[in-house]
């Protein structure tokens, strides 16, 4: 696909002539000295607490206590000895391999939670922290990989927030009439495919636009679902809105690694659920006949149609699919989580996931990695309100969305998605 | 997500004024029945009768009388007609005219009121649809929305000038803070690429958040009081009012019919609204033709945001009276439906504003005296704009003929 020929451009070819790229240097100069001047140099006094056992761990780790300045300003040397090499780097024109701006990325954070731990003598609950990252991603996750097979396969699916909300809705519903959790596990997929089959009627048979009906799309689940909750749902709570949840199925020994296997392997089936869609879809996208089919369909639907792909027969089939995948995330919503469901409570989710999508470049393994950055800008942003910081709530909450933008602008910039996403396919 | 493609142009299928093309053999009832207002309207009567099948179907009564369907009918059908008629009708009086009210006044005081609804969703709508017409996919409403009413009611309070020059002012204010959040996206866009629709729909969270973090700053509410929301703005500051108490209807509707002439004038009369527009068809091709896209990209922008600020300020300015954290409700997103409604033309733009202003005040009035959620208003509208975008489904479900253009090329 051209997609990936045009990231990595074989070595060697215009290398000599390539101008010196200059956004990473100066963005990682930037933030090194943001940690060394605020976290190190005017740091705050105190000891910061890194808690990483939990109760009842196999291995008995101690909290790790550091004083904040001293902890800011080692960490801070280390940010402006890897902006040094960015620089250096960036002069001699080698691009840097993607663990650079990660470890970047960990060791900014971890300098930044010695600062707000510190002073007020505050735990750094982890786990917590970690844990509630998975936890906010999980949707995302699922949508983005919903809104990813649609582009790739040429459909340009807006509605994955109304796919997320109709499987939120009738999980709640399924599950509470059925009395089981697992049933509304079931019916999830079946309300976000139901949402996909509407607007692939009307993106493949009538032409129209897809961008508007997704987003009318969205408007019309709200409507939906909001009314039946404020006629149905709320008349008899106890029959079709009662909380059920989703028991935690903790892997033996691999739950019982400190931090990360507590974080990844102590969850419910839908999380291991996202595990194998991820994975699944980003070997499938890739490496398998329908993945190549998908491509094609979505890059240059004449071409797969001469050669005898079924092109609207390939779309609809996939979007639709990837509706379901959307619907399994919105159950995390309710019966994921055990709780009931309420109006409008999939809150934008949908959205965050198509830009997760787009910032993950339309692939899996990407919009994974996107989604886990905004769902951890958000867990660290509740982590450090419930620590307390002299930073207001309502900045940290704008946290998550900030971080998006920069990550658009300063290290995604220009994408391209797949070339015929948006064209209905006329023959 | 590409924004190559123009949502101004829905679907392939020609425009309507290419159905009714002069010199085509048509007889009169054929274009009377293949017309796009004919469309329009009949995607209204079907989305009204969905949204009458949703109310009957969560309605106790009605599914009681279902029950008994075989041994009263009669029974079943006055019941279904009642509910639905009687929230039909409760949504008609708190639209347009209220045959019950006492005084003339309260009677025709509803139509001013979807005015008020669809003041501020008419200006942010015209932002959205100037975006569309330039292939920038512009959700931002909300956020745009958010800062100019955050602008413009500061200034509301926060100035002490005589009447009107304060009230302009402030609505200035409003202008530009719209204008600056949407330039953030349309410079972003410009300079780095930065898909705006991604970074619009994190605006309008970090708009949100913002105002609610403001709003719990005595600097800025001009209050001691601990609720989030601000002073009441000046009398100098506010909107005047186009007819006497109880009416509420101000003069922000004049600065809507005056903001839907100049996006008209820009895009159909001026040079660089031909620019957007050449820029919204293909991108490629203006670029060639020595337009810069750039510059149309952040001219765009700020224009639009001007639009949806102006709008906030005429809400908080003329309507509310002071800030709080739900100043905008959800103008900015329905904006993005009124706008898809009219097509993205100014005027459309300017009518499915008013209509969905109706919709707006009315369901306010259905949910008070029958108790239906405003949420079906909700369903109605996006059943409208889905079938109102596929006309060929509308004509096959009343069987309407087909344009005589368009069966000719199938």
Request: aromatic share 8%; charged share 10%; proline share 5%.
């Amino acid at each position: 696909m051209t997609a990936h020929t045009l990231d990595a451009t074989p070595a060697g070819q215009s290398k000599a002539l390539a101008p010196i790229i200059w956004k990473f240097p100066v963005v990682y100069s930037i933030l090194a000295l943001v940690s060394l001047v605020f976290f190190g140099l005017i740091g705050r006094d105190g000891q910061t607490t890194f808690r990483i056992a939990t109760e009842g761990d196999f291995f008995a780790i101690p909290d790790i206590v550091v004083p904040a300045t001293a902890a800011g300003l080692v960490l801070s040397l280390i940010l402006v000895v890897m902006a040094a090499a960015s620089i250096w780097f960036a002069l001699r024109r080698v691009s840097l391999a993607s663990w650079f701006p990660m470890l970047f990325g960990v060791l900014f954070v971890l300098s930044f939670l010695a600062w707000a731990g510190g002073g007020s003598g505050g735990v750094i609950p982890m786990t917590t922290l970690l844990a509630g990252a998975l936890a906010l991603s999980v949707p995302l996750i699922f949508g983005a990989m919903c809104g990813l097979v649609g582009e790739r396969s040429g459909i340009i699916n807006i509605a994955i927030e109304g796919q997320l909300l109709a499987g939120a809705f009738l999980a709640a519903v399924v599950a509470s009439v059925v009395q089981n959790p697992y049933a509304g596990l079931l019916a999830a997929p079946i309300a976000g495919a139901l949402v996909a089959v509407v607007l692939t009627f009307f993106a493949v048979k009538y032409w129209v636009n897809q961008i508007i009906i997704g987003v009318v799309l969205n408007v019309l689940v709200v409507g939906l679902t909001s009314f039946l909750y404020s006629t149905v749902l709320t008349e008899n709570a106890e029959l079709w809105n009662a909380r059920q949840r989703l028991p935690n199925l903790p892997i033996p020994l691999l739950s019982d690694i400190p931090i990360l296997g507590r974080v990844l392997f102590d969850q419910n089936i839908l999380v291991y659920l996202m595990y194998l869609v991820v994975i699944a879809l980003q070997i499938l996208v890739f490496r398998s006949k329908w993945g190549l089919r998908m491509r094609a369909v979505g890059e240059h639907p004449k071409a797969a149609d001469t050669v005898g792909i079924r092109v609207n027969a390939t779309r609809v089939r996939n979007t639709i699919m990837a509706g379901a995948i959307a619907g399994l995330g919105g159950a995390f919503f309710t019966v994921g989580s055990g709780l009931a469901f309420g109006k409008e409570m999939s809150a934008g989710q949908g959205y965050i996931a198509l830009a997760a999508m787009i910032l993950g470049k339309w692939n899996p393994k990407g919009a994974l990695l996107a989604a886990l950055l905004f769902g951890f800008s958000k867990s660290l942003g509740n982590t450090l309100q419930s620590i307390g910081t002299p930073v207001a709530n309502e900045l940290l909450l704008m946290l998550p969305y900030i971080v998006t933008v920069l990550a658009v602008a300063g290290f995604v910039g220009r994408v391209r998605p797949p070339a015929a996403a948006g064209v209905p396919y006329v023959k | 997500m590409t924004t190559d493609i123009s949502p101004a142009a829905p679907s392939p299928a020609p425009p309507p004024t290419a159905e009714a093309r002069p010199g085509q053999e048509q007889s009169t009832l054929q274009q009377i029945l293949s017309g796009s207002w004919l469309v329009s309207l009949l995607a209204i009567v079907l989305a009204l009768l969905l949204g009458g099948v949703l109310i009957a179907v969560s309605n106790a009564a009605v599914i009681a009388a279902a029950a008994n369907i075989g041994s009263a009918p009669g029974v079943f059908f006055s019941t279904l007609f009642s509910t639905v008629g009687e929230a039909y009708s409760a949504l008609f009086r708190g639209a347009v005219f209220d045959w019950n009210a006492r005084t003339t006044e309260r009677a025709i005081r509803p139509l001013t009121e979807s005015l008020v609804s669809g003041t501020p969703l008419i200006l942010a709508g015209l932002g959205i649809a100037l975006a569309f017409r330039s292939g920038l996919f512009n959700i931002g409403g909300q956020g745009q929305v958010i800062l100019g009413a955050t602008v413009a009611g500061f200034l509301g309070y926060a100035l002490e000038l005589p009447a009107g020059v304060h009230m302009l002012l402030a609505a200035l204010g409003g202008l530009i803070g719209g204008a600056i959040w949407a330039g953030i996206a349309g410079v972003l866009k410009a300079k780095t690429g930065a898909n705006e629709v991604i970074v619009t729909i994190m605006l309008n969270s970090i708009a949100g958040y913002l105002l609610g973090y403001l709003l719990k700053q005595n600097w800025f509410t001009h209050t001691s009081s601990a609720n989030p929301q601000s002073r009441v703005i000046d009398e100098s500051a506010e909107m005047f009012l186009l007819l006497p108490p109880p009416f509420r209807l101000h003069f922000g509707f004049i600065i809507a019919v005056l903001a839907t002439i100049f996006v008209w004038w820009l895009l159909e009369r001026s040079t660089i609204g031909f620019e957007f527009k050449a820029v919204g068809a293909n991108p490629h091709a203006a670029k060639t033709a020595g337009i810069s896209v750039s510059k149309v990209t952040i001219l765009v922008m700020l224009i639009a945001g001007a639009l949806a600020g102006l709008g906030g300020a005429a809400q908080v300015l003329g309507t509310e009276g002071k800030l709080t954290g739900g100043i905008s409700g959800s103008i900015g997103f329905d904006a993005i439906t009124v706008a898809l409604l009219g097509r993205s033309k100014p005027l459309g733009t300017f009518f499915a504003g008013l209509l969905f202003g109706a919709f707006k005040a009315g369901g306010y009035l259905m949910q008070s005296q029958t108790g239906t959620p405003i949420d079906i208003v909700l369903v109605v509208q996006s059943v409208i704009v889905l079938l109102i975008a596929a006309p060929p489904l509308v004509r096959s479900i009343f069987r309407l003929p087909t344009p005589v253009l368009k069966r000719k090329e199938s």
